[in-house]
């Protein structure tokens, strides 16, 4: 009895072969990543990743071969339709993009449609379709006319080949151009939005996708648009790769009108008076053919829509890595309502406008294709002079603190217990109620979960030298945090004969200019080791070498979450990263698993209201006992579509 690949090499391939009109080179073996595991607190890498088993042909003579159906091949003791439930999730809009899915065990096959949700009777395989037949059949289930002049995008060849791509990479591609090829057979306007993941290759993607609408004579001038000087860079590189010096990155000084390719961030072409901005200056409406709006979901609604408008002809792609729709939990502080409500209205916004996306890649997909890093997460709860629940539970009322050392944060007054509001949330403490007690707990806890966990050892024991982020409530809590980091790692090179490295803790916030140590953090080893910010890092850095994501401010949007844990990501096997902890001391975490789904309409008249009171002075607040006890050690997995903490 013949096992899958001889089924596959000894009946199916020959099959096609000699009886149904297919070519060698257009049946197609093709592996993923190998998945990475994590056992024992490090990763390892399976021996092998996904194999997938596609059909794949020229629409026409000498044009880009297109995958048309995926085969899963089972061997023959088993009836052919044994395999198509695990097959037919690769054509949902995910994976491969292709629109049929059979599954054979060499004598008979059955196959799914996509388009009809109808799977066939088993027949013999000497009735599987020609390439002739599939290829007609692809153009009906995907609505392109044959005769279309706007097929050569999707014909074009890639300028490096397609095997320059990942798979998914091709997939969203080829999506986004039978989307742009039906909206200009309609006359509709071109705009297309493509949700993956970060670390999935966004950038690179544009760049093939632009060479390919160049190549295949569609557009002459297009512009990448970003609003992180960190991303301009990196798109630069990737830019310059696909069109050379045709390529080129602006600046108010240069608006490079001579490049086929502009790399610009908002901010650039921004610049000006509102009479005379920079792009109304330099480029008249509809200069550009296309326009590739990264990181789509911040603010291309509000703040770049202008851009938008001025190039309303033009192809309007959006890449975002930001899932579409958010329930939030119930929230009192007023400034993470008007976040969520600020997130929201964009999301809406955005999928408005650009519409349904017509492929979408999760980072649990990337994780379990081997493509990113999976994280193992370590929960704690902190205890207020020994409270029975955490703080996280109960907050910090006036009457716990009423008999502590208040003072001014600024001033260094005294303060009596009125200065202190009834109730304190955790999304206020570290900005409104200041606690040194509890920043020298929480730091000297993750400094020896460092140590602890370092996969490295020094002499010493431990390492403390891992690259990682931690997300503080404020930039006065930044601060304190940094400084309490550094303290603990010179007494812990002091008590072990350590040398020090140039740069431990630094902030990285806008008040400081922090954009300027990311290359050092990126790049240098041994320096620039821990990172404490706010917002800046929450997106637009490519930091492969993070291992830790470190939560000591508490958070309430699905969003903002998880564009900070999109910081540790990525793979990074020069330095033999292949998976990336978070530490959450917050309950951040939780995050995992809500739906991302709008809420009803409120039932309220719109009215802005009352101007709330102004806020009570920052109260600093001593002589607090803390305990930070162990919560739980999760694993993350997808559960009905969404990422959900399970405990391994």
């Not at 093709?30 to 996904?50: F, M």
């Not at 060499?106 to 599987?128: L, R």
Request: net charge negative; glycine share 8%.
């Amino acid at each position: 009895m013949r096992n899958e690949a001889q089924t596959r090499f000894e009946l199916i391939d020959p099959m096609l072969i000699d009886h149904c009109g297919w070519h060698r080179q257009d049946i197609r073996v093709e592996q993923t990543a190998a998945q990475i595991d994590i056992v024992a607190g490090k990763g390892y890498r399976r021996p092998a990743g996904r194999t997938d088993y596609l059909l794949f042909h020229a629409l026409w003579e000498g044009s880009e071969p297109v995958p048309l159906a995926i085969i899963e091949a089972k061997h023959e003791g088993l009836p052919p339709e044994h395999g198509l439930q695990q097959g037919k999730r690769y054509q949902r809009g995910k994976l491969h993009h292709v629109p049929f899915v059979f599954s054979s065990n060499g004598h008979q096959f059955v196959e799914y449609n996509e388009k009809s949700g109808i799977t066939s009777e088993a027949v013999p395989m000497s009735e599987f379709p020609t390439p002739d037949e599939l290829i007609q059949r692809y153009f009906a289930a995907r609505d392109l006319k044959t005769d279309s002049p706007a097929l050569a995008m999707l014909t074009t060849r890639y300028a490096k080949g397609r095997e320059f791509l990942r798979y998914y990479q091709d997939a969203a591609i080829r999506a986004a151009i039978e989307q742009l090829i039906l909206q200009m057979g309609t006359g509709q306007r071109r705009r297309v939005m493509l949700p993956l993941a970060t670390g999935a290759g966004k950038t690179r993607l544009a760049a093939a996708l632009l060479r390919k609408l160049f190549d295949a004579g569609l557009i002459g001038k297009a512009l990448f648009v970003c609003d992180r000087t960190e991303l301009r860079d990196n798109g630069l590189t990737d830019f310059q790769g696909a069109f050379g010096n045709d390529a080129a990155e602006v600046d108010t000084l240069h608006p490079q009108k001579n490049a086929r390719v502009l790399i610009a961030t908002y901010q650039t072409l921004d610049h000006g008076t509102k009479e005379a901005k920079f792009f109304r200056q330099n480029y008249p409406p509809n200069y550009f053919d296309a326009i590739v709006i990264d990181e789509c979901h911040r603010s291309a609604w509000g703040d770049w829509h202008a851009i938008l408008e001025n190039n309303g002809e033009a192809m309007q792609i959006g890449l975002t890595a930001t899932p579409r729709h958010i329930r939030a939990r119930k929230i009192d502080n007023e400034e993470t309502k008007k976040g969520i409500e600020e997130d929201q209205r964009r999301l809406a916004d955005n999928y408005e406008y650009f519409g349904e996306p017509p492929y979408e890649y999760s980072y649990m997909q990337g994780v379990e294709d081997g493509y990113l890093a999976p994280a193992e997460i370590e929960q704690y709860d902190i205890y207020h002079d020994a409270q029975t629940d955490s703080e996280r539970v109960r907050g910090i009322y006036r009457a716990d603190v009423k008999d502590k050392d208040l003072t001014d944060v600024l001033t260094g007054r005294r303060l009596t217990p009125e200065a202190v509001a009834e109730k304190t949330e955790g999304g206020s403490l570290e900005s409104r109620l200041v606690m040194p007690e509890r920043v020298k707990a929480m730091c000297k806890h993750l400094f020896e979960r460092l140590l602890a966990t370092g996969e490295t050892e020094s002499a010493a024991g431990g390492d403390p030298l891992q690259k990682t982020i931690v997300f503080c409530a404020s930039d006065h809590h930044a601060d304190r945090v940094t400084n309490e980091l550094n303290n603990l790692y010179a007494r812990w090179c002091i008590a072990n004969k350590q040398k020090r490295v140039q740069t431990y803790a630094f902030k990285c916030m806008s008040s400081v200019n922090g954009q300027a140590e990311i290359p050092d953090f990126r790049g240098r080893q041994r320096s620039h080791i821990i990172a404490t910010t706010k917002d800046l890092l929450t997106t637009g850095v490519n930091v492969p070498c993070v291992r830790n994501i470190v939560f000591f401010r508490y958070l309430h949007s699905p969003i903002l979450f998880h564009q900070m844990v999109g910081r540790g990501t990525r793979i990074d096997e020069s330095t033999n990263k292949l998976m990336f902890r978070i530490f959450d001391y917050t309950g951040a975490t939780a995050l995992f698993g809500e739906d991302f789904v709008e809420p009803p309409p409120s039932d309220g008249d719109g009215g802005e209201g009352p101007e709330p009171p102004p806020p009570p002075p920052r109260v600093k607040v001593k002589g607090v006992k803390i305990d930070i006890e162990h919560a739980g050690n999760f694993n993350l997995l997808g559960v009905d579509g969404k990422m959900q903490r399970v405990t391994p």
